[in-house]
């Protein structure tokens, strides 16, 4: 299996600061890779696939990088609603695997 | 607009089967371009992948192997809807179960409301 991990786990930040989460894949996964945002008591939304697509409707502070095994999700200037966990998620081959996720709090 | 429903009990007695439903609206069980996937999202555990079910001029199913002998997912096409059976359920199991339809791009682009499953006598 491909193991997906994430850093940080957690992170606090400010509103208006630039954050950025960085997911590691264990072996290459060219760009297929995907951003989640979970809430509280709700399913994961696509954010971010194929490592740097933006998902229509979502705010364009969101964005994606990378190919290969490193990528980057970066929120160019958190607002209070980004208060989530993040998960980054590979579909190069099945098992599809999660990041154990990076819970984002606003200072 | 897809919407995925999903349906089932929320408490399951050890070594009994869980089943849970899928029901699609605004897409196909049958499409040739989406698959369907169970995934449970537990603190232990994460979000763990399951397995899926797609048509692609023939059913196909793919399964964790965590899960593999004891899960079974099939597609219903006279209701447009979607099962998850897994067998010989234990505490373990416990945790909120997803349905998910997956792009061919491919990513889960659409999720159902999850539904909380606890495995206890």
């Known amino acids: 299996d491909i193991q997906m991990t994430q850093s940080p786990s957690s992170l606090s930040a400010s509103v208006g600061d630039r954050v950025t989460i960085t997911c590691r894949a264990s072996?290459?996964?060219?760009?297929?890779l995907n951003w989640y945002q979970q809430k509280p008591g709700k399913a994961p939304k696509v954010l971010i696939y194929a490592a740097s697509s933006l998902q229509s409707g979502v705010p364009s502070r969101f964005s994606g990088s990378g190919s290969g095994t490193e990528f980057t999700l970066t929120i160019s200037s958190l607002q209070p609603e980004d208060l989530a966990t993040y998960y980054c998620q590979q579909s190069y081959r099945t098992p599809r695997t999660f990041g154990q996720g990076t819970k984002l709090e606003i200072k | 607009q897809v919407q995925l429903q999903q349906s089932g009990p929320g408490l399951v007695k050890p070594s009994q089967t869980l089943s849970l439903t899928c029901a699609i609206s605004?897409?196909?069980?049958?499409?040739?371009?989406?698959?369907w996937n169970w995934i449970r999202q537990s603190p232990s555990r994460g979000l763990e992948w399951l397995g899926r079910?797609?048509?692609?001029?023939?059913?196909?199913?793919d399964y964790a192997e965590s899960v593999k002998s004891r899960i079974s997912i099939n597609p219903d096409t006279s209701k447009n809807q979607f099962s998850l059976q897994l067998n010989s359920v234990t505490p373990e199991d416990t945790a909120v179960y997803y349905c998910a339809r997956e792009t061919t791009v491919p990513y889960f682009q659409h999720w159902g409301q999850g539904t909380l499953v606890t495995v206890s006598s």
């Open positions: 072996q290459s996964i060219s760009s297929y």
């Open positions: 605004g897409d196909s069980v049958s499409s040739n371009s989406a698959a």
């Open positions: 079910t797609y048509y692609r001029s023939k059913w196909y199913n």
